[in-house]
T-cell receptor, first 113, second 114 residues
Framework: DAGVTQSPTHLIKTRGQQVTLRCSPK?????VSWYQQALGQGPQFIFQ???????QRGNFPDRFSGHQYPNYSSELNVNALLLGDSALYLC????????????FGNGTRLTVT | KNQVEQSPQSLIILEGKNCTLQ??????????LRWYKQDTGRGPVSLTI?????NTKSNGRYTATLDADTKQSSLHITASQLSDSASYIC?????????????FGRGTQLTVWP
């Protein structure tokens, strides 16, 4: 049973470009959350998707957008990249129950130059 | 303001020794508290989840405690191994939606030396 898979593992972009990151949740999970983790910091919540809708959102600008497909896979899109967007982007999935642990993927390392 | 503070920021111990990591939070209303282990370059992996009514929960050599009155938690690692070298992240969930809003600490970087 595959866990959470993310692609690509690494990515290098230049300022102003756009990027799409992808996530396949663990089998049986219908909720996907995205996090940004800067070096030496804890993950920061970007948004959460459930039933193909954005259900919650953290303090991130509209340049960050997402999508969830009927098979529960998800994408994170970032427009007009800034140097400060360089980080590890983590996807986490879970069933839609309060006390379920999040299952994280190994992330996409985005470098903006 | 909902916050999660962890201490120490980093810790070095010798293999076989025990250690305790601390987590203080101000998240309210409280739902649950989770400890995660994050190896370098990998995603976090859940160690324990504790709700309001639970004081202690163990997972092998890892034992987490929770004092909901003082809003403090600790993670105790017994007989440390080299593979315990990782960042340990405390995550507190606030009630307010189906899954709740999660607040992450910055983590404690643990290094175990042979």
């Amino acid at each position: 049973d595959a866990g959470v898979t993310q692609s690509p593992t690494h990515l290098i972009k230049t300022r102003g470009q756009q990027v799409t990151l992808r996530c396949s949740p663990k089998s049986g999970h219908d909720t996907v959350s995205w996090y940004q983790q800067a070096l030496g910091q804890g993950p920061q919540f970007i948004f959460q998707y459930y039933e193909e809708e954005e259900r919650q959102r953290g303090n991130f600008p509209d340049r960050f957008s997402g999508h969830q497909y009927p098979n529960y896979s998800s994408e994170l899109n970032v427009n007009a990249l800034l140097l400060g967007d360089s980080a590890l982007y983590l996807c986490a999935s879970s069933p839609d129950t309060r006390d379920s642990p999040l299952h994280f993927g190994n992330g996409t390392r985005l470098t903006v130059t | 303001k909902n916050q999660v503070e962890q201490s120490p920021q980093s810790l070095i111990i010798l293999e076989g020794k025990n250690c305790t990591l601390q987590c203080n939070y101000t998240v309210s209303p409280f739902s649950n508290l989770r400890w995660y282990k994050q190896d370098t370059g990998r995603g976090p992996v859940s160690l324990t989840i504790m709700t309001f009514s639970e004081n202690t929960k163990s997972n092998g050599r890892y034992t987490a405690t929770l004092d909901a009155d003082t809003k403090q938690s600790s993670l105790h690692i017994t007989a440390s191994q080299l593979s315990d070298s990782a960042s340990y992240i405390c995550v507190v969930s606030a009630r307010g939606s189906t899954l709740g809003r999660l607040y992450f600490g910055r983590g404690t970087q643990l290094t175990v030396w042979p």
